[in-house]
């Protein structure tokens, strides 16, 4: 038999077995694994959580549209809380008075009243809410009476100091809203403008806003 037609020569076992442990220690190549895409801030992300948008302060305010009628008198939304000068308080007003001064104003017969538009209100009541710069004998929580020229018929305000009174104990805020504005009234018919002193008589025609004004005739 020639060398060609002979069979390969088989391995010997001690070849063999150092062919499987040098295959056995050579490294295994694994596959790179592609890089993630890094996520995006949170700020860039569209899912993003926006802050909670802050509370607008909103009140409600009785505003004179022009001159005329009931009609006149519009409910109005005012945005913003009035900022405070020095001497000012912040009241929450619970009651408001209605005078015949207001109803002269909406008619335009009320020179004192500013012009359109406008809120009216001379009087109310309510409770303070903040206090300004400069102010020692108001503080928040007190329940007092208020006075001014108009501005008044709307749910906060903001007015000096010294045109508020502490509230009597036991007063209602109604009560308290139709005080002022009858009790200076009946006081200047009496003793400015009437003169009015001891022992002397004065004629009270009607009982209605000069009701006061017979109470301390009697007195």
């Not at 694994?30 to 996520?39: N, Q, T, V």
């Not at 007063?171 to 001891?198: C, K, Q, V």
Request: with cysteine.
């Amino acid at each position: 038999m020639s060398g060609e037609d002979a069979p390969a020569q088989q391995q010997k076992p001690e070849e063999q077995s150092k062919q499987e442990t040098k295959s056995s220690e050579e490294p295994k190549v694994e596959p790179k694994a592609e890089p993630k895409p890094e996520s995006q801030p949170a700020a860039e992300a569209s899912n993003a959580e926006k802050p909670p948008e802050e509370e607008v302060f909103t009140y409600r305010a009785l505003v004179l549209s022009g001159y005329g009628g009931y009609d006149k008198v519009k409910l109005q939304v005012k945005k913003g809380k009035p900022a405070l000068k020095g001497g000012e308080v912040l009241v929450r007003v619970k009651a408001c008075g209605l005078n015949f001064a207001d109803l002269l104003g909406r008619q335009g017969l009320y020179d004192r009243l500013p012009s359109p538009p406008v809120t009216p209100g001379m009087e109310c009541a309510g409770v303070v809410e903040a206090v300004g710069e400069e102010v020692a004998d108001r503080k928040v929580g007190d329940k007092v009476l208020v006075l001014s020229r108009n501005g008044l018929w709307q749910e906060v305000v903001a007015v000096p100091a010294d045109h508020t009174f502490p509230m009597p104990e036991g007063m209602s805020f109604e009560e308290a809203a139709a005080l002022l504005i009858n009790y200076i009234t009946a006081y200047m018919i009496l003793f400015d403008f009437g003169n009015l002193r001891p022992n002397q008589s004065v004629l009270i025609h009607m009982a209605a806003a000069q009701s006061k004004a017979s109470e301390w005739a009697k007195g």
